[in-house]
């Protein structure tokens, strides 16, 4: 196996999920990284571990640089399964190791691997000296669960940001520059994944993080590389750090998604005149069919626009499932900042758009313009669609 290096003694030894294509419901395409970090001084670290069942591979990876045996801290930045599952497997080889966690992380470990391991409790500006280098550590509760923490290599300047920053790209190669060459990816693939992966799974946390970034900034830290625990390391930090501050602000761009599902085609020609209306106006509209697309793709181009417009046939007096599911799912990631837009047919009696209505304001979000149609929509019906999307045109030109 290659030994990838970051800086002088701290190593790559995580494992490539190249088959991997759900994780936890959002798709994987692309397949996923699970990062675990070696660190070499006087005394040697591991930071976080991989998904169970690749425990072999970073183990070998570990054995390229060092006996295993003699790792003395494994530091646990995250509870979640993905980076402690092989845990138990790198204890069993080093039962006397001390494992560093928070002290949320340290009751998440037990619950999850019972294990009676050492373990050191530890929060925002602790410190672990292993020799010349000192590992630094900075609690980052609720990004994304109450136990996860950051762990800086201070001499360094290296990062180790476990699930922030992180992408689901499965490649030969390690760092966001050299994927591009090495995979033929075009070099925006880095950044759409991790829009993807912020978008769905830290997208709810955007004040947090906005806090937490400043925090970190007041702590004077400098940052030369952030290696994540998924996808590449990133040796051009700025790119993704300001990335992260402006979908935590949640800028938008001049972008409109309508987003929808149809019975007989009656809510899917309004969603069509409707999109005629916005691009007829000059601004960029995408229409996204709720069984025809993947929904942690709709979720990450959400994540950029300015209005979502939804769409939705009446049935049972109330919206199609796919619709009140893909609502459930969005609602729960909080975006930020949106125009809430609401459409749809019915036959001999509404419900739909209400029930979207209702969602959207339990919610705390509020349609600024809604529009129902009775079986097909006719001339007239047409010119409304067509209207309604000039006017959230004009709406997101002017926002
Ligand atoms: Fe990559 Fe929250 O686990």
Known sequence: MTKVQLVDNVYWVGAVDWNLRDFHGYTTPRGATYNAY???????????????????????????????????YVVSNHVEMDHSGSLPDIMDIVPNAEVVATEKGVEGLKRHYGGSWFTRTVKTGDELSIGKKTLSFISTPMLHWPDNMVTYLKEDRVLLSNDAFGQHLASSSRFDGDVC?????????????A????????????????KKLEEIQKLGIKIDIIAPSHG???????TIINAYLNW?????????????????NSTEMMAKEILEGVAGSGVDVSLLH??????SEIVREVL??????????TLNN??????????????????????????????WAGGGVRKINEVLVSSGYEASDSLEVKFRPDTEDFEKCYALGQKIASLVKNG
Not at 43 to 70: C, N, Q, W, Y
Not at 195 to 210: C, D, E, W
Not at 232 to 238: E, Q, S, Y
Not at 290 to 295: C, I, S
Request: hydrophobic share 45%.
């Open 38 to 72: 070696l660190i070499i001084d006087e005394k040697i670290a591991l930071v976080d571990t991989v998904k169970h069942g690749f425990a072999g591979e970073m183990i070998e990876r570990i054995r390229e640089i060092v006996d295993p045996s003699k790792i003395d």
């Open 181 to 193: 060459a090495l995979m033929g990816y075009e070099c925006d693939t880095v950044m759409e994944e």
């Open 195 to 210: 829009a993807k992966y912020y978008a769905n799974i830290l997208m709810p946390f955007g004040n947090i993080i906005l």
């Open 232 to 238: 590449m390391i990133w040796r051009k930090p700025d």
């Open 248 to 264: 935590a602000k949640g800028v938008t761009k001049q972008k409109v998604l309508v987003i929808y599902d149809t019975m007989w």
């Open 290 to 295: 709720l069984r025809k697309n993947d929904w």
């Open 304 to 313: 950029e626009a300015k209005a979502i417009i939804i769409g939705s046939p």
């Open 318 to 347: 109330g919206m199609f499932p796919t619709v009140g599911g893909f609502l459930t799912y969005l609602t729960g990631l909080h975006p930020k900042d949106k125009i809430w837009v609401t459409f749809g047919s019915y036959g």
